[in-house]
């Protein structure tokens, strides 16, 4: 039961204890809301889940409507090109579409049209020493829960990577940040890779004084291979953020 639900069913019982007018004065409800709120529930013979809030998408959604051949040439640039963005396929399909004398949609368009037909994403191939194409499949990786909230130090800690120029020279500032006291380290290093993330999650680990349970990273090579596979060792849950989401690691 949604905390929608349980408004609800405390504004029908307070309708029955004072009646119909007071309702309405108090709560900035409908008196035709209440009448169907009050159907609802005896429908379903009591069960206040009843009352929990539906989905407000469309029975008959608008569909796009653009022709066959415009569709087809999406299709045979994306197989051409794998992979290839809705913005590079507008420039291509631009002056086609002027030779054809159709209109061309706007990126935003290709990018849905593209949706439509099932994605059109194809994995990256590689060519092993016969010469033969070897298809690489997409790892899978773990994803913090959405509702997932730090309760206790350890519970998660989150690491990220900000690279600064300093007298002309290049430095990585490895940070670490615990998601429930805020504790913070940071760790400025000449590499970027994982082998110096690994050195500065010990360090951390060292002397932030409680166990950890989860870590939560962003796609950086940094924390690959040897870092990941500290975690490994540890039995420690390495949570990846979804790419070009750096909201999702940003904590103060």
């Not at 899978?140 to 002309?168: M, N, W």
């Not at 290049?170 to 050195?199: E, G, M, N, P, V």
Request: aromatic content about 10%; overall charge positive; some cysteine.
């Amino acid at each position: 039961m949604t905390d929608e639900a349980k408004r609800r069913i405390n504004i029908l019982s307070f309708w029955e204890k004072h009646g119909l007018k007071a309702t309405l004065d108090a709560f900035s409800t409908k008196r035709r809301t209440l009448f169907l709120w009050k159907a609802t529930l005896k429908k379903a013979q009591g069960d206040v889940e009843a009352l929990n809030p539906r989905s407000k998408r469309p029975r008959a959604l608008r569909r796009r409507k653009w022709p066959p051949l415009l569709l087809a040439e999406i299709k045979r640039l994306r197989q051409d090109h794998p992979n290839l963005g809705k913005e590079k396929i507008f420039h291509l399909l631009q002056p086609w579409c002027v030779q054809k004398g159709l209109p061309c949609p706007k990126p935003a368009t290709i990018g849905n049209l593209i949706k439509d037909m099932g994605g059109l994403r194809l994995c990256p191939v590689r060519l092993n020493r016969n010469g033969k194409t070897v298809v690489r499949k997409k790892a899978k990786k773990s994803r913090k829960p959405k509702q997932f909230v730090a309760t206790h130090p350890g519970h998660c800690v989150a690491l990220d990577t900000v690279e600064r120029f300093i007298g002309g020279n290049r430095r990585y500032i490895i940070t670490f940040t615990d998601l429930a006291s805020r504790f913070s380290l940071a760790w400025a290093t000449l590499s970027h890779a994982s082998q110096a993330a690994k050195d500065f999650f010990n360090l951390a680990t060292f002397l932030f004084p409680f166990p950890l349970q989860n870590v939560l990273t962003d796609n950086g090579s940094e924390f690959m291979k040897h870092f990941d596979e500290q975690l490994r060792a540890r039995h420690l849950t390495h949570w990846h953020t979804y790419p070009k989401t750096p909201k999702r690691n940003a904590y103060r």
